[in-house]
């Protein structure tokens, strides 16, 4: 089994930037393509971005011009960079396999992250 570990949450206010990571316990970036989700309280889990094996990228309209997500296959983590956030991106964020077709990994914790002034 693949453990997904992310952090790098917290509190900023608008405007601000946070970068987060997903550290997995084993080898798997290089052959799956993974995805940032995140998820308020009342609403459904939100796909906002995916880096694919191969590197390339896609992101939900919410998030286009203000997220980065990338990858490290040597360090088996992935980031998330988020600049100019905004209140509504207050979300637990987690990371997990983002292909239709394939069984997601058990979900992590989550890390919290709070935009407010």
């Known amino acids: 089994q693949v453990q997904l570990v992310e952090s790098g949450g917290g509190l900023v206010q608008p405007g601000g930037s946070l970068r987060l990571s997903c550290a997995a316990s084993r080898s798997i970036f290089s052959i799956v393509a993974m995805g940032w989700y995140r998820q308020a309280p009342g609403k459904q889990r939100e796909l906002v971005a995916v880096?694919?094996?191969?590197?390339?990228?896609n992101y939900a309209d919410s998030v286009k011009g203000r997220f980065t997500i990338s990858k490290d296959n040597a360090r088996n983590t992935i980031y998330l960079q988020m600049n100019s956030l905004k209140p509504e991106d207050t979300a637990v964020y987690y990371c997990?396999?983002?292909?239709?077709?394939?069984?997601?990994?058990?979900w992590g914790q989550g890390t919290q992250v709070t935009v407010s002034s």
């Open positions: 997990n396999i983002a292909v239709v077709g394939i069984r997601k990994l058990d």
């Open positions: 880096i694919t094996n191969g590197g390339s990228t």
